[in-house]
Protein backbone atom coordinates (compact mmCIF):
# COMPACT_ATOMS: atom_id res chain seq x y z
CA UNK A 1 0.00 0.00 0.00
CA UNK A 2 1.12 3.80 -0.88
CA UNK A 3 2.23 5.40 2.17
CA UNK A 4 0.42 9.03 2.01
CA UNK A 5 1.27 11.80 4.05
CA UNK A 6 -0.86 15.05 4.56
CA UNK A 7 -0.65 18.69 5.24
CA UNK A 8 -2.34 21.77 5.54
CA UNK A 9 -2.36 25.69 6.44
CA UNK A 10 -4.38 28.24 6.25
CA UNK A 11 -4.15 32.48 6.78
CA UNK A 12 -6.24 34.94 7.55
CA UNK A 13 -4.29 37.57 5.40
CA UNK A 14 -5.26 40.81 5.46
CA UNK A 15 -9.03 40.12 6.44
CA UNK A 16 -10.87 40.30 9.16
CA UNK A 17 -12.07 36.93 9.33
CA UNK A 18 -11.25 33.45 7.94
CA UNK A 19 -13.85 32.20 5.46
CA UNK A 20 -11.49 29.15 4.01
CA UNK A 21 -12.13 25.61 5.48
CA UNK A 22 -10.49 22.54 5.00
CA UNK A 23 -10.79 18.75 6.01
CA UNK A 24 -8.80 15.73 5.59
CA UNK A 25 -8.72 12.03 6.61
CA UNK A 26 -8.66 8.53 6.03
CA UNK A 27 -11.24 5.84 5.77
CA UNK A 28 -9.63 2.24 5.18
CA UNK A 29 -7.28 2.60 2.60
CA UNK A 30 -8.70 5.81 1.49
CA UNK A 31 -7.70 9.52 2.13
CA UNK A 32 -9.66 11.98 1.35
CA UNK A 33 -8.94 16.34 1.30
CA UNK A 34 -11.85 18.97 0.91
CA UNK A 35 -11.16 22.87 0.73
CA UNK A 36 -13.80 25.21 0.40
CA UNK A 37 -13.34 29.20 -0.35
CA UNK A 38 -16.38 30.98 0.99
CA UNK A 39 -18.16 34.28 0.12
CA UNK A 40 -21.38 35.84 1.88
CA UNK A 41 -22.37 38.41 3.70
CA UNK A 42 -22.74 38.95 7.23
CA UNK A 43 -19.73 36.19 7.56
CA UNK A 44 -22.20 33.87 6.01
CA UNK A 45 -18.68 32.95 3.72
CA UNK A 46 -17.34 31.55 6.75
CA UNK A 47 -20.80 29.31 7.15
CA UNK A 48 -20.77 27.67 3.71
CA UNK A 49 -17.09 26.86 3.55
CA UNK A 50 -17.72 25.15 6.79
CA UNK A 51 -21.62 23.74 5.42
CA UNK A 52 -19.97 22.53 2.49
CA UNK A 53 -16.79 20.94 3.96
CA UNK A 54 -18.62 19.11 6.50
CA UNK A 55 -21.06 17.81 3.90
CA UNK A 56 -18.51 16.52 1.47
CA UNK A 57 -16.21 14.71 4.30
CA UNK A 58 -19.04 13.00 5.93
CA UNK A 59 -19.94 11.14 2.85
CA UNK A 60 -16.63 10.22 1.65
CA UNK A 61 -16.28 9.14 5.06
CA UNK A 62 -19.10 6.67 4.38
CA UNK A 63 -18.51 5.68 1.11
CA UNK A 64 -18.70 1.52 0.57
CA UNK A 65 -17.19 1.91 -2.80
CA UNK A 66 -14.73 3.80 -4.62
CA UNK A 67 -16.07 5.23 -7.86
CA UNK A 68 -16.49 8.55 -9.41
CA UNK A 69 -20.50 8.70 -8.51
CA UNK A 70 -19.71 8.55 -5.01
CA UNK A 71 -17.22 11.28 -5.72
CA UNK A 72 -19.98 13.58 -7.50
CA UNK A 73 -22.73 13.08 -5.45
CA UNK A 74 -20.75 13.90 -2.27
CA UNK A 75 -20.22 17.33 -4.01
CA UNK A 76 -23.55 17.63 -5.24
CA UNK A 77 -25.01 16.76 -1.62
CA UNK A 78 -22.68 19.61 0.18
CA UNK A 79 -24.72 22.04 -2.14
CA UNK A 80 -27.84 21.04 -1.69
CA UNK A 81 -27.49 20.89 2.30
CA UNK A 82 -25.70 24.85 1.43
CA UNK A 83 -29.06 25.78 -0.25
CA UNK A 84 -30.80 24.42 2.67
CA UNK A 85 -29.75 26.43 4.34
CA UNK A 86 -30.29 29.89 2.68
CA UNK A 87 -33.67 29.82 2.96
CA UNK A 88 -35.10 32.72 4.86
CA UNK A 89 -31.90 34.95 3.61
CA UNK A 90 -31.98 38.16 1.63
CA UNK A 91 -30.25 37.57 -1.93
CA UNK A 92 -27.36 39.89 -0.37
CA UNK A 93 -27.02 37.54 1.92
CA UNK A 94 -26.98 34.86 0.11
CA UNK A 95 -23.82 32.05 0.96
CA UNK A 96 -21.84 30.64 -1.98
CA UNK A 97 -18.61 29.05 -1.82
CA UNK A 98 -16.14 26.70 -4.06
CA UNK A 99 -15.21 23.42 -3.32
CA UNK A 100 -12.09 21.11 -4.93
CA UNK A 101 -11.83 17.68 -3.61
CA UNK A 102 -8.70 15.07 -3.70
CA UNK A 103 -9.79 10.96 -3.02
CA UNK A 104 -7.35 8.48 -3.43
CA UNK A 105 -6.74 4.73 -2.80
CA UNK A 106 -3.96 3.80 -1.34
CA UNK A 107 -4.53 -0.04 -1.90
CA UNK A 108 -4.85 0.22 -5.41
CA UNK A 109 -2.82 3.36 -5.76
CA UNK A 110 -5.89 5.39 -7.19
CA UNK A 111 -6.66 8.98 -7.21
CA UNK A 112 -9.58 10.71 -8.19
CA UNK A 113 -10.73 14.57 -8.00
CA UNK A 114 -13.47 17.21 -8.47
CA UNK A 115 -14.34 20.83 -8.22
CA UNK A 116 -16.63 23.77 -8.46
CA UNK A 117 -15.52 27.21 -8.18
CA UNK A 118 -11.58 28.41 -8.71
CA UNK A 119 -10.55 26.76 -5.59
CA UNK A 120 -7.47 24.71 -7.32
CA UNK A 121 -5.76 21.52 -7.58
CA UNK A 122 -2.31 20.80 -9.00
CA UNK A 123 -0.15 17.93 -9.03
CA UNK A 124 3.58 17.59 -9.03
CA UNK A 125 5.56 14.62 -11.09
CA UNK A 126 8.75 14.28 -11.55
CA UNK A 127 8.97 17.94 -10.58
CA UNK A 128 6.61 19.42 -12.97
CA UNK A 129 3.11 20.98 -11.52
CA UNK A 130 0.18 20.42 -13.42
CA UNK A 131 -3.16 22.47 -13.00
CA UNK A 132 -5.51 19.71 -12.86
CA UNK A 133 -8.55 21.55 -12.76
CA UNK A 134 -10.13 24.70 -14.94
CA UNK A 135 -11.48 27.80 -12.68
CA UNK A 136 -15.14 28.47 -13.16
CA UNK A 137 -14.33 32.41 -13.72
CA UNK A 138 -14.60 34.91 -16.29
CA UNK A 139 -11.12 35.45 -16.69
CA UNK A 140 -11.02 31.76 -17.72
CA UNK A 141 -13.50 31.75 -20.02
CA UNK A 142 -12.12 35.12 -21.56
CA UNK A 143 -9.27 33.06 -21.73
CA UNK A 144 -10.04 29.90 -23.60
CA UNK A 145 -12.33 32.45 -25.74
CA UNK A 146 -9.00 34.12 -26.70
CA UNK A 147 -10.27 37.52 -25.40
CA UNK A 148 -6.94 37.64 -23.13
CA UNK A 149 -3.61 36.12 -23.01
CA UNK A 150 -3.17 33.45 -19.94
CA UNK A 151 -0.61 36.33 -18.25
CA UNK A 152 -3.07 38.86 -18.19
CA UNK A 153 -5.81 36.95 -15.87
CA UNK A 154 -3.71 37.37 -13.10
CA UNK A 155 -4.07 41.17 -12.72
CA UNK A 156 -7.58 41.26 -14.57
CA UNK A 157 -10.54 43.32 -12.85
CA UNK A 158 -12.65 40.41 -13.08
CA UNK A 159 -10.57 37.91 -11.27
CA UNK A 160 -12.84 36.91 -8.74
CA UNK A 161 -16.34 36.66 -10.64
CA UNK A 162 -17.37 32.93 -10.39
CA UNK A 163 -19.12 31.59 -13.31
CA UNK A 164 -20.28 28.97 -10.87
CA UNK A 165 -19.74 28.53 -7.49
CA UNK A 166 -21.56 26.06 -4.45
CA UNK A 167 -25.07 27.50 -3.00
CA UNK A 168 -26.11 29.03 -6.47
CA UNK A 169 -29.63 28.74 -7.22
CA UNK A 170 -29.19 26.63 -10.55
CA UNK A 171 -26.94 23.59 -9.65
CA UNK A 172 -23.44 23.90 -10.82
CA UNK A 173 -22.04 21.42 -12.94
CA UNK A 174 -19.57 19.58 -11.25
CA UNK A 175 -16.00 18.86 -13.04
CA UNK A 176 -14.73 15.33 -12.21
CA UNK A 177 -12.53 12.70 -13.11
CA UNK A 178 -14.65 9.76 -14.80
CA UNK A 179 -12.53 7.34 -14.45
CA UNK A 180 -9.70 6.91 -11.27
CA UNK A 181 -6.58 8.25 -12.63
CA UNK A 182 -3.33 5.85 -11.79
CA UNK A 183 -0.72 7.12 -8.52
CA UNK A 184 2.82 6.79 -8.91
CA UNK A 185 5.45 7.00 -6.28
CA UNK A 186 6.19 10.44 -5.76
CA UNK A 187 3.16 12.60 -6.74
CA UNK A 188 2.32 15.44 -4.64
CA UNK A 189 -0.70 17.13 -4.93
CA UNK A 190 -2.07 20.86 -3.55
CA UNK A 191 -5.09 21.91 -3.08
CA UNK A 192 -5.80 25.48 -2.77
CA UNK A 193 -8.24 28.47 -2.36
CA UNK A 194 -7.48 31.38 -4.55
CA UNK A 195 -5.97 33.58 -2.32
CA UNK A 196 -3.12 31.18 -2.31
CA UNK A 197 -2.76 30.25 -5.65
CA UNK A 198 -3.05 34.09 -6.75
CA UNK A 199 0.29 35.14 -5.64
CA UNK A 200 2.71 31.65 -6.91
CA UNK A 201 3.61 30.68 -10.30
CA UNK A 202 4.10 26.43 -11.16
CA UNK A 203 7.52 27.56 -10.81
CA UNK A 204 7.18 28.52 -7.00
CA UNK A 205 5.41 25.43 -6.31
CA UNK A 206 8.10 23.01 -8.20
CA UNK A 207 10.68 25.13 -6.48
CA UNK A 208 9.65 25.01 -2.68
CA UNK A 209 8.72 21.41 -3.11
CA UNK A 210 12.16 20.46 -4.08
CA UNK A 211 13.71 22.48 -0.77
CA UNK A 212 10.99 20.82 1.42
CA UNK A 213 11.36 17.29 3.91
CA UNK A 214 7.78 16.91 4.24
CA UNK A 215 4.48 18.08 3.14
CA UNK A 216 4.34 20.39 6.07
CA UNK A 217 7.70 22.65 5.21
CA UNK A 218 6.22 22.98 1.28
CA UNK A 219 3.32 24.61 2.88
CA UNK A 220 5.80 26.50 4.73
CA UNK A 221 8.02 27.31 2.18
CA UNK A 222 4.89 28.07 -0.23
CA UNK A 223 3.14 30.30 2.93
CA UNK A 224 6.10 32.52 2.83
CA UNK A 225 6.56 33.07 -0.19
CA UNK A 226 2.70 34.37 -0.53
CA UNK A 227 3.13 36.86 2.41
CA UNK A 228 5.93 38.50 0.80
CA UNK A 229 3.71 39.01 -2.28
CA UNK A 230 0.87 39.38 -0.58
CA UNK A 231 -1.47 42.58 -1.81
CA UNK A 232 -3.88 45.11 0.15
CA UNK A 233 -6.19 43.36 1.54
CA UNK A 234 -5.00 40.26 0.98
CA UNK A 235 -7.49 37.31 0.57
CA UNK A 236 -7.13 34.18 3.14
CA UNK A 237 -5.01 31.75 1.89
CA UNK A 238 -4.87 28.19 2.40
CA UNK A 239 -4.08 24.96 1.20
CA UNK A 240 -3.84 21.22 1.57
CA UNK A 241 -0.59 19.30 0.63
CA UNK A 242 -1.13 15.44 -0.08
CA UNK A 243 2.42 13.43 -0.68
CA UNK A 244 2.72 9.88 -1.81
CA UNK A 245 5.95 8.51 -0.53
CA UNK A 246 8.50 11.25 -0.66
CA UNK A 247 8.30 13.63 -4.10
CA UNK A 248 11.28 15.97 -3.13
CA UNK A 249 13.31 12.64 -2.65
CA UNK A 250 12.21 10.77 -5.95
CA UNK A 251 12.59 14.20 -8.36
CA UNK A 252 16.16 14.63 -6.77
CA UNK A 253 17.53 11.18 -8.12
CA UNK A 254 14.65 10.43 -10.90
CA UNK A 255 15.39 11.11 -14.66
Known amino acids: MMHIEVASRSEVGQRSH ?7 GTSGTQVYAVLSDGAGGHSNGAMASDI ?24 EEANE ?17 TVVVLWLEAQEG ?35 AGFIKPEEARHHPRKNQLL ?26 LLCSDG ?16 AGSPGQWLDHMAALVAQRQVPNQDNYTAVAVWVGNPSEVTRIGP
Do not use: C
Open 18 to 24: NEDDFRH
Open 52 to 75: VVRTATLLLQRATVYNPAVLEASI
Open 81 to 97: VLNAGQEGLKSHQRMHA
Open 110 to 144: LAMWGHVGDSRLYRVRQGVAQQLTVDDSVVQHMVD
Open 164 to 189: AAMGSEETPHVHLTRQPQELIEGDAF
Open 196 to 211: WWDQLDPEDIERTMLQ
